[in-house]
């Protein structure tokens, strides 16, 4: 492994979590979104393991990750436990979260649930629960437009097989149609996703993440009154926050950004990025590690 980093497994939550790490000082870990694996942070790992201990898993289900069967074990309460045992497994009582897409929302989750586990917070391109939530629930057609697929993913088995037709081609063109520059994504980097797509049960379990958690057509369906009890669940979170946002995500909205600050009860900035799509850390990776520094690193 170049440069000093280093695979590892840690057993927590009753399963067997891989992860790379590389440098040394305060625990730094890195949350991947959907259908990615560890590999997301390639740009990232160099840079922030100068100054701190950066552990980047593949989340459960993902990757060389173990793969419990059944919806069930991709709830969100599980995905929280697994990094906050991660966090005491490496003998931690604390760390740093950064989290992009699916690995934003447990870290979002973690630091409403969990907050002594946290140091600092830092989102990329995902918007806060409860801001998607109520995007739904006051029916803001765009955002409905661009989250037809978690629609889709509700199916049983069809998306798997519709995701892995023709050595996985809906899911490469995805991974380079969410980019502005799709100069990011090299032959290289979709060969390593489709062998981590291609793992048995991969497929499966990172879908289940929308199954488990974002069966939004019957949260819409709910009563009023059962919606509010919903939305009054999160708390408000208590970590020094960063939120950085491509602007151009075709999965999400950049209006969703507008108001989180209401989220949050300690410090709180957002910095967007302009030109730049969902996968904006490896899209506009000099911009991020920058903002990624700059906050990491204030006094």
Known sequence: MKDGWKHDYAKVDEIKMHYVVAGSGELVILLHGFPEFWYSWRHQIPVLSQHFRVVAPDMRGYNETDKPEGIRSYSNSLLIQDIADLITTLGEKKATVIGHDWGGAVAWNLAMTAPDHLKNLVILNCPHPLSLIEAFLSMKFRQLQKSWYIFFFQLPEVPEKALSRNNYEFLRKMVVGSAVNRQAFTEEDLNKYVEAWSKPGALTASVNYYRANM?????????????????????KVKSPTLVIWGEDDVALDKSLTTGMEKFVDGPYAIKYIQNCGHRVQQEALDQVNRYLLDFLKRK
Do not use: G, S
């Open 215 to 235: 069966n939004i057509a019957q949260i819409m369906m709910m009563p009023p009154e059962q919606q509010q009890k919903i939305t009054k669940i999160f708390r």
